[in-house]
């Protein structure tokens, strides 16, 4: 099963910025594409942003488009997601997943309040 591991969340004051990190391993991380997802209290989980397997592609959610940039480190299998100008409602814990394996990190809290 793949071993996924999220770190970098925080408590930030709003306009601050996080960068997250993803540490994959148990699958072969260059061949896969990998999705930020994120979850707040209450709501339903929402795709944040995607990268394809080189890097060459990547997409976002609208609520996020323009503040935070997807990238991934192959020779070290790890994602990252940028995230600058955060706003209270940005406040979620953020996981990264491997669309199509199963198996989820434990996810990293990211918190936005003044």
């Known amino acids: 099963q793949v071993q996924l591991v999220e770190s970098g969340g925080g408590l930030v004051q709003p306009g601050g910025s996080l960068r997250l990190s993803c540490a994959a391993s148990?699958?072969?991380?260059?061949?896969?594409?990998m999705h930020w997802y994120r979850q707040a209290p209450g709501k339903e989980r929402e795709l944040v942003a995607t990268?394809?397997?080189?890097?060459?592609?990547?997409t976002y959610a609208g609520s996020v488009k323009g503040r935070c940039t997807i990238s991934r480190d192959n020779n070290k299998n790890m994602v990252y997601l940028q995230m600058n100008s955060l706003k209270p409602e940005d406040t979620a814990v953020y996981s990264c997943k491997v669309p199509g394996l199963p198996g989820w990190g434990q996810g990293t809290q990211v918190t936005v309040s003044s």
């Open positions: 148990r699958f072969t991380f260059s061949r896969y594409v």
């Open positions: 990268i394809g397997p080189t890097g060459e592609s990547t």
